[in-house]
T-cell receptor, first 116, second 113 residues
């Protein structure tokens, strides 16, 4: 089954404790991205990657890091989480930019993160 | 600014009736795409429908249709024959050509029996 898998789905952590949210897709997609969803703000892009070793900032990259060492994986790293990073996070992938043009952006199920 | 505006924070509709969710957008691009996603209470994002700016006909997918008015920069979602399972948050989005979608703030739809 084609899917984007995120882990963990739920996490409560404390300020400053480094954490990683993993994202893996099994569709051989080139394009992957991370979004965060906050009430009243919709979804905002954090980082994206067009292929292995190619990453770039989205609209709200502060406080986050990413890496793309393998095509299937695109982890989101919070080096020193703060309460303002409490949010619902989505990983998404598509075959290529053309896929984005036809709506073929596949989302993971979301990871709800709470930073105390 | 690449802004998407959804002016209806919440909408109510009775089962089997049609409902229109509004979406307007800013752009100076000639070529772009518009999307609608559904987010049920379980949280996942479900792709509903896509409209390309050069598509001459409004997109339709089953009970979903997109009322695209290019001159007005609007891309309203029409759900016909609403069902209880349509109760969810709905997001309008457009691509920016910079590898991302820009989303609106969403409209929460509640379908009553």
């Amino acid at each position: 089954e084609a899917q984007v898998t995120q882990n963990p789905r739920y996490l409560i952590t404390v300020t400053g404790k480094k954490l990683t949210v993993t994202c893996s897709q099994n569709m051989n997609h080139e394009y992957m991205s991370w979004y965060r969803q906050d009430p009243g703000l919709g979804l905002r892009q954090i980082y994206y990657s067009m292929n292995v070793e190619v990453t770039d900032k989205g609209d709200v990259p502060e406080g986050y890091k990413v890496s793309r060492k393998e095509k299937r994986n695109f982890p989101l790293i919070l080096e020193s989480p703060s309460p303002n990073q409490t949010s619902l996070y989505f990983c998404a992938s598509s075959l290529e930019l053309a896929g984005l043009r036809t709506g073929e952006l596949f989302f993971g199920e979301g990871s709800r993160l709470t930073v105390l | 600014a690449q802004k998407i505006t959804q002016t209806q924070p919440g909408m109510f509709v009775q089962e089997k009736e049609a409902v229109t969710l509004d979406c307007t957008y800013d752009t100076s691009d000639q070529s772009y795409g518009l999307f609608w996603y559904k987010q049920p209470s379980s949280g996942e994002m479900i792709f509903l429908i896509y409209q390309g700016s050069y598509d001459e006909q409004n997109a339709t997918e089953g009970r979903y249709s997109l009322n695209f008015q290019k001159a007005r920069k609007s891309a309203n979602l029409v759900i016909s024959a609403s069902q209880l399972g349509d109760s969810a948050m709905y997001f309008c989005a457009r691509d920016t050509g910079f590898q991302k979608l820009v989303f609106g703030t969403g409209t929460r739809l509640l379908v009553s029996p």
